[in-house]
């Protein structure tokens, strides 16, 4: 048996009345669990699977077998306001997806699994939950092996970046204007203003990350460079929000 903290990514529904979910564990890396039982009127896990939960798990492992056994959940944190707000859950989902769509299963990262819970709770008590997870979310990259190269081009690798600077989602990074104008179809022009507050949230440790201010022209170039950039590494356009949902409505 196993006993760990983790944090409840996604879960969807198993044969009659049993769940599979997927968890960030502190000491285990991505997992999944099947939860037997999830699903009927009076289980004993409750609402303790669902996604944004910080819990206790007691996992036991089956040899050849991926999926664990879930024989007791203890709830730390349920987060229950992200799931009842729609811009919260949407501010949430990007951080859940974005572990959940890079991370390989068992690569255990102590340090990511905090990230991910200080960002959690950032976002419950954030006034911009959407701006907060935004910045959270490039913190989770960095962590993840995709930190975005801000400090040379990204592409021809010359430093320091001069001119107007340009986001290439395909290299992961700021790109010189030589290199931007080669590939003008899919480079992002960025403002001054915004590659300023994409190096502080590089560099910045987590902590001080809700001191950044990404508001108007800043948020939606900043978004737009995250967004592109974390189709690339997660190799697909990660769900909405609201495909999230389907996991919360009905056991
Ligand atoms: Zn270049």
New binding site residues.
Partial sequence: MVKTTAIVLSSRKWGEADRIVTCYASTLGKIRGVARGARRQKSRFGAALEPFTLCRLDLFEKTGDSLFRMSHVDVLMSHHELREDLELMGAAARLVNVVGAVTPERDADPQLFEILAQGLSAVASSQDPLGTALLFQIKLLCRMGFRPQTDC??????APLAGAPHFLPTAGGL??P???TQHHARSLPLSQGSVAVLRQAVRLVPSLLVRLRAEGRIRNEIEEAVDKYVTIVAGRRLPPADFLSGSLSGR
């Fill in positions: 081009c990204a592409a021809c690798g010359r790109v010189c030589a290199c931007a």
